[in-house]
């Protein structure tokens, strides 16, 4: 019997909803639940009577459309399926279904062997490997690929029907980077598939670049009354010619490719070529060379990629240096991993000696990233890239405290003390030109917005509008201070020394000198990405560089108590927000 589409609509709404065993369902939740999946799905909105759902599901119950759902009705209220794992999706091709799509594929074999139906031969093998499994209860002998829970499929369709009418849509899409979505107008013209992700090619508006879309990151499609701009000068052919996937660089050259693959990886290479430029170009020793004419773009990066260390591009060097640059990143991944394993033997020095060095917390990437934010902000404001210090950083480049304060650092901050937040942070550059130096002292001075005589705080200064103060010393002695080191520290580009255990009180000038001359102090020597950990009473002084590289560090300073009377930090920020 013909079944109408709203029927099916609440045939597939009722299956849904008896699937659902979280929840019991009376007869007037299925009518409300059907009434609302019309409204949405054909934007019916009179509802649905009491007599059509319970038609419905006598129908589902009955074999006229082969369902034979296990419908019943508990404590004479609530439906349900009697099995918990039936669904009418799940229902098996009935023997006439099968004949009809046997006849099917019969048909469309014949049209295989024309250039015009040559992406019917998958679809043939899908539909026969379909059939070939109903009939036998066997499982598939052919297993396509396939991925069944890629986002966007939906609006394929949608998509479909406006290319083949010509109207311009609405589109409402936010791509991975963006960090909301945006509204435009887009007259598509081409849909493609490139490894089970559907991309839509077309533009914004006339004399603009061609953009690729990808379905799943589409949130809404609506109609629009803007007139449709006609593709001109291009096919997608054409388009895509030179490149491998489907990013699309128009004003982009084309680029002769060279690589190397080893003789284990060459053959897979010559079956199934990367590109249909692909040439053979030699025979080594080693290996055997090809080349591709194709765009440099991020798919022919991954393709490359994918095969590690089994082949070398030789040219060109942009494409070159991209790879070393990727695979260094990726080892670094790998080779230098933050370890908590150590860190409570750590922690006991820290407490005992007064600091601590751990190694790893940042990748090189990270640091590149860090010092990159850094440059760009003295650049835009005019400083010189040598300036000798950027004071109250996270205030003037707001983007770092993403990059500073990784999963890495938070976890340590976390196991020193769960109250800590952010008082201070400055960064430093020891650079050649600026070949400074600090004798030996305690960090006992702080921050604060506003001058308030209080018991206790002493040597009050004022310097760029914020004033410094001297506190009690149980201020001082809950301080932590972090050095994050964007370059390598030693003893020749003026590394910070240390007197181990020197951090217990607040010392006078005197005892600072009398400990400075009899003590034996520690340089402290770290790599980039590295961290310096200690308390701020601890003495500590740096010599001039005897080299001229640079010793740029991020200095952060932590508290877990509030200032009495009033005081405030100059700066604080909590780390769990």
Request: aromatic content about 8%.
């Amino acid at each position: 019997m013909p079944v109408t589409r709203n029927a099916l609509v609440r045939y597939r709404t009722i299956d849904n909803c008896l699937r659902n065993r979280q929840r019991k369902w009376t007869l007037e939740d299925l009518i409300d639940t059907c009434s609302e999946a019309l409204y949405e799905y054909e934007g019916i909105d009179k509802g649905v009577s009491r007599r059509s759902i319970q038609m419905d599901i006598q129908l589902m119950r009955s074999d006229k459309l082969g369902y034979n759902a296990p419908i019943v009705v508990l404590e004479k209220k609530y439906y349900t399926y009697e099995d918990p794992d039936y669904s009418i999706t799940n229902i098996p091709l009935t023997d006439q279904d099968l004949g009809k799509l046997t006849e099917v594929v019969e048909i469309l074999r014949q049209f295989k062997g024309f250039s015009h139906f040559q992406d019917l031969s998958g679809m043939v093998q899908r539909l026969e490997n379909k059939i070939h499994s109903a009939k036998t209860q066997q499982e598939p002998i052919i297993d396509f690929e396939r991925n069944d829970h890629l986002k966007g499929l939906e609006h394929i369709e949608t998509l479909y029907q406006t290319i083949i009418n010509k109207k311009a849509i609405e589109l409402c899409y936010q791509s991975f980077k963006a960090r909301t979505s945006n509204t435009f107008t887009f007259h598509p013209y081409y849909l493609k598939e490139y490894r089970n992700r559907w991309f839509v090619i077309g533009i914004k508006k006339k004399n603009t670049p061609v953009m690729n879309l990808a379905l799943d990151r589409i949130i809404s499609i609506t109609e629009t009354s803007v007139k449709y701009q006609p593709r001109e000068n291009f096919t997608i052919s054409s388009l895509l010619n030179n490149v491998i996937g489907v990013s699309v660089n128009t004003e982009g050259t084309t680029e002769h490719v060279v690589f190397m693959a080893d003789y284990h990886t060459a053959p897979y290479i010559l079956t199934k070529p990367l590109h249909h430029s692909q040439q053979l170009v030699e025979k080594r020793q080693d290996g055997i060379v090809f080349s591709i004419d194709v765009q440099l773009n991020f798919e022919l990066e991954r393709e490359l990629l994918g095969f590690g260390d089994r082949i070398k591009v030789i040219a060109p060097d942009r494409l070159k240096r991209n790879l070393r640059e990727i695979f260094s990143n990726a080892v670094d991944l790998y080779q230098h991993e933050f370890s908590t394993s150590s860190l409570q033997n750590n922690l006991q020095k820290l407490k005992h000696k007064g600091f601590m060095m751990l190694n790893h917390l940042y990748l090189k990437k990270e640091v590149n990233q860090i010092k990159l934010a850094v440059h760009q902000h003295l650049r835009s404001t005019g400083q010189p890239p040598d300036t000798h210090a950027v004071r109250y950083l996270l205030n003037e480049v707001p983007s770092l405290r993403k990059m500073i304060f990784n999963t890495n650092l938070l976890q340590l901050l976390q196991r020193i003390d769960s109250r800590l937040f952010l008082t201070k942070a400055i960064y430093f550059d020891k650079t050649p030109e600026a070949n400074w130096y600090v004798t030996w002292h305690q960090d006992i001075i702080i921050n604060v917005k506003e001058k308030i005589e209080t018991e206790g705080f002493t040597g009050w200064t004022k310097k760029a509008g914020v004033h410094g103060v001297c506190p009690p010393d149980e201020i001082l002695t809950n301080t932590i201070t972090v050095r994050i080191h964007l370059d390598d520290a030693n003893e020749h580009n003026g590394a910070l020394k240390v007197i181990p255990g020197s951090h217990q009180k607040k010392l006078s000038d005197e005892e600072i000198s009398v400990i400075a001359q009899n003590s034996f102090s520690q340089t402290c020597q770290v790599s980039a990405g590295c961290i310096h950990v200690m308390k701020p009473l601890l003495l500590h002084s740096s010599s001039k560089a005897t080299n001229t590289s640079h010793r740029r560090v991020i200095h952060l300073e932590f508290n877990t108590m509030e200032l009495p009377n009033g005081l405030e930090w100059a700066e604080r920020l909590e780390l769990n927000k």
